[in-house]
């Protein structure tokens, strides 16, 4: 096996016989299941920036939790073309069918699936909406990025969305490459019978930069952030429009909740680094400094 950044060891058995594979590690004697929990806090509490791959190790160590692990680990999102429309859209667990990924322009599966599971015609037209909202949305946020919106029906009444942002950017302002990933994950449920609608919000960032300097060196700098909120509304009415504002006045405030609080981590020790400034702090107030490029108010990436 492999050790994390303190040095430790982790040490894998198998024992081909009809009980459940058994896992041990120096002081862990537990069942599949136990493994898991292990394999997950493990991966949680790696480099950020090698959450793609220590997923994928973990998951080839528990082929039949491959599917609990990916809904379990937030990850990175990944870019796919729409032939259909020519537009791109963001993959995830969440229009996720088998190997294939279902786009919110066309509503087609990519790679192709006849079989693939989409929203009722209700949903869909909010789910298009939705995303030609966000898409603006984006443009006047970040400049520059990918958006994607999905619905699925929970029951006959509720429903549950997601809406996912994605920014990078490459050789710019002394960043050699990074990228924002935000995850937010929305559950509708309506009360009629009080006239109330309740909307619970978990936003997830996942931030990774990239630096190469010629006083700092080679710095990576990666992590994420979970937080939730949840909102009770009078239920007015079920129209389209109804539900986008709300949504999408949750993802804003969420958003930016979490860029102040990524922006409060460097402001922490923005006057330590000044005082004691060496060439590896250079490049935390080199990131203080590029953020004041933009709109204070607006919820741009962490590049500025």
Same mark, same amino acid.
């Given at each position: 096996?492999?050790?994390?950044?303190? !040095?430790?060891?982790?040490?894998?058995?198998?024992?081909?016989?009809?009980?459940?594979?058994?896992?041990?590690?120096?002081?862990?004697?537990?069942?599949?299941?136990?493994?898991?929990?292990?394999?997950?806090?493990?991966?949680?509490?790696?480099?950020?920036?090698?959450?793609?791959?220590?997923?994928?190790?973990?998951?080839?160590?528990?082929?039949?939790?491959?599917?609990?692990?990916?809904?379990?680990?937030?990850?990175?999102?990944?870019?796919?073309?729409?032939?259909?429309?020519?537009?791109?859209?963001?993959?995830?667990?969440?229009?996720?069918?088998?190997?294939?990924?279902?786009?919110? &322009?066309?509503?087609?599966?990519?790679?192709?699936?006849?079989?693939?599971? %989409?929203?009722?015609?209700?949903?869909?037209?909010?789910?298009?909406?939705?995303?030609?909202?966000?898409?603006?949305?984006?443009?006047?946020?970040?400049?520059?990025?990918?958006?994607?919106?999905?619905? &699925?029906?929970?029951?006959?009444?509720?429903?549950?969305?997601?809406?996912?942002?994605?920014?990078?950017?490459?050789?710019? #302002? !002394?960043?050699?490459?990074?990228? &924002?990933?935000?995850?937010?994950?929305?559950?509708?449920? #309506?009360?009629?019978? +009080?006239? #109330?609608?309740?909307?619970?919000?978990?936003?997830?960032?996942?931030?990774?930069? +990239?630096?190469?300097?010629?006083?700092?060196?080679?710095?990576?700098?990666?992590?994420?952030?979970?937080?939730?909120?949840?909102?009770?509304?009078?239920?007015?009415?079920?129209?389209?429009?109804?539900?986008?504002?709300?949504?999408?006045?949750?993802?804003?405030?969420?958003?930016?909740?979490?860029?102040?609080?990524?922006?409060?981590?460097?402001?922490?020790?923005? %006057?330590?680094?000044?005082?004691?400034?060496?060439?590896?702090?250079?490049?935390?107030?080199?990131?203080?400094?590029?953020?004041?490029?933009?709109?204070?108010?607006?919820?741009?990436?962490?590049?500025?």
């Amino acid at each position: 096996g492999g050790g994390g950044g303190g !040095g430790g060891t982790f040490r894998v058995f198998f024992f081909n016989d009809t009980a459940t594979t058994e896992i041990y590690t120096e002081q862990i004697v537990g069942s599949v299941r136990c493994v898991q929990e292990t394999g997950l806090n493990l991966v949680r509490r790696l480099p950020p920036s090698k959450v793609v791959q220590n997923t994928t190790a973990l998951q080839n160590l528990l082929p039949e939790q491959v599917d609990e692990i990916s809904q379990r680990i937030d990850q990175p999102l990944e870019v796919e073309h729409d032939t259909a429309t020519g537009l791109d859209f963001l993959k995830s667990e969440y229009n996720r069918d088998g190997d294939s990924y279902r786009s919110p &322009w066309s509503n087609k599966y990519h790679p192709e699936l006849a079989d693939g599971i %989409t929203p009722s015609k209700e949903l869909r037209e909010l789910e298009k909406k939705s995303n030609a909202a966000f898409r603006e949305y984006v443009k006047l946020y970040y400049d520059t990025g990918i958006s994607s919106v999905y619905f &699925w029906e929970k029951d006959e009444e509720n429903f549950a969305c997601c809406v996912l942002i994605k920014k990078t950017i490459q050789g710019q #302002k !002394g960043v050699q490459e990074g990228s &924002w990933d935000a995850i937010n994950i929305l559950d509708v449920t #309506k009360d009629k019978n +009080n006239n #109330k609608i309740t909307y619970k919000v978990t936003t997830t960032v996942i931030v990774d930069i +990239n630096i190469n300097h010629s006083e700092a060196g080679t710095v990576n700098v990666a992590g994420n952030f979970t937080r939730q909120n949840q909102e009770t509304f009078d239920f007015l009415n079920d129209s389209e429009e109804f539900h986008i504002e709300k949504i999408g006045k949750m993802v804003e405030e969420m958003e930016t909740q979490m860029r102040s609080r990524i922006e409060g981590i460097y402001a922490v020790s923005y %006057t330590h680094l000044r005082a004691h400034e060496t060439p590896e702090h250079l490049v935390c107030r080199l990131l203080l400094e590029k953020k004041k490029g933009k709109d204070e108010g607006r919820p741009v990436s962490y590049t500025h």
